[in-house]
């Protein structure tokens, strides 16, 4: 295992680089044309059988992860520190950015209604709805959900340790063979019917109100980070996360074969291939990046302090520059790298500028400290 928790911080940039990659290429999509704004003419229909299994890992990685640190944090800080902590970094962004989001997005769309001539089916569709004065959609958590949905799990996890008696909570920190394995095993089959009760690919969960599947599907990831530190050793074990990730590929291969197009709620085949590719893919890749022992380079390091902002940044950025492509008859294969790369160039070129070293910077970053081993 690495002195540092460089394993999480390269879970941390590759799951960043792929979040920015998946709203990128969601342009591109047959499967979700009608419903993405920025649905270009160029479309890739092979694309969805990369976005849609990466869309099942990314986000139960990135509440892993969250609760992972939210853990770790509670034992270096206690309960006050963890909360002072989520309010500076989670509740000031949300608050902050959630009026600036909607800003932009309306400015994005009012500019895309009155310029683009090849405009998208949702775009078609915003133009006759404000040509015949329909109402507007109730306002919303946009790609900001993720803070919400921290949030309240931070005031979970706050209930339960205060609740739950330490004897009960010190079985989990005991790694044990059987434990592991029934975990395991039974994780996935327990969130099936959570899946089950909403369509596939599940959406994002954007509404102003908690939903009831979201907590329970992304809520089990963030507990399983927060007892999974005595794990990792055993996840990092080859045969352990090679297992995994063989289990969790057949699963998304299932999941690609069982999805030529969006599935309404009650499909419990595609929940069940959905459940094992989230559970078995996030112990897979977190057990393989414990297990890579190479030191974590500066641009790694770089990639990992910059993921949250890039995270908080990069939508509009890229709305924007699709909006500004829409018209080009160019292959996807040009505009996709393009945007892409340019998105990233902005988000990262803003981070290391006015982000990093300056007061936004501590303000979103926090106090930099050494990891435990």
């Keep these: 295992m690495p002195t540092r928790l460089d394993a999480l911080d390269r879970l941390r940039a590759g799951a960043m680089l792929a979040g920015v ?21 160029a479309q890739a229909p092979w694309l969805d059988g990369l976005l849609w299994p990466m869309h099942l890992l990314r986000m139960p990685l990135f509440f892993w992860l969250a609760g992972f640190f939210a ?22 962004p949300l608050v902050v950015g ?6 932009a997005m309306d400015a994005l769309v009012q500019w895309g209604v009155a310029h683009v001539q090849h405009p998208s089916p949702l775009m078609g569709w915003v133009r006759r709805a404000w040509a015949e004065g329909w109402p507007s959609p109730p306002p919303s958590l946009g790609h900001l959900w993720f803070l919400a949905y921290l949030l309240l799990f931070t005031v979970l996890l706050w209930v339960g340790r205060t609740l739950v008696p330490l004897a009960w909570r010190a079985r989990w920190s005991v790694p044990s063979r059987g434990a592991g394995a029934f975990g395991l095993l039974a994780l996935p089959v327990l969130l099936v ?14 509404a102003l109100l908690p939903q009831p ?17 005595p794990w990792l050793p055993v996840l990092a074990r080859k045969k352990c996360w090679l297992g995994l990730g063989l289990g969790a590929g057949l699963a998304m291969v299932g999941f690609v074969l069982l999805l030529p197009r969006p599935v309404p709620p009650g499909d419990w085949a595609v929940a069940a291939v959905s459940s094992v590719a989230a559970v ?25 302090d910059a993921a949250y902002w890039v995270y908080l940044v990069h939508l509009p950025i890229l709305l924007a520059l699709q909006l500004a492509t829409m018209d080009l008859d160019w292959p996807w294969t040009l505009k996709l790298p393009l945007v892409l790369g340019l998105t990233l160039g902005l988000s990262l070129g803003t981070f290391a500028l006015w982000i990093r070293n300056g007061v936004w910077g501590r303000w979103l970053l926090g106090r930099r400290e050494a990891a435990p081993a």
């Design 71 to 92: 853990a770790w944090q509670w034992e270096r800080r206690g309960a006050g520190g963890l909360m002072r902590d989520r309010a500076r970094r989670v509740l000031v």
């Design 280 to 304: 078995w893919g996030c112990g897979a890749v977190a057990g393989a990046a414990c297990a890579w022992r190479a030191p974590l380079g500066r641009a790694m390091h770089f990639l990992a």
């Design 21 to 41: 990659a998946f709203h990128a290429a969601l342009a591109h999509s047959p499967m979700v044309q009608p419903l993405w704004l920025t649905a270009d003419r």
């Design 98 to 103: 959630l009026p600036l989001m909607h800003l």
């Design 213 to 229: 599947w979201a907590i329970a599907f992304y809520g089990t990831f963030f507990a399983l980070g927060t007892v999974s530190r």
């Design 193 to 206: 019917p959570t899946l089950a009760a909403v369509p596939a690919p599940h959406p994002a969960p954007e």
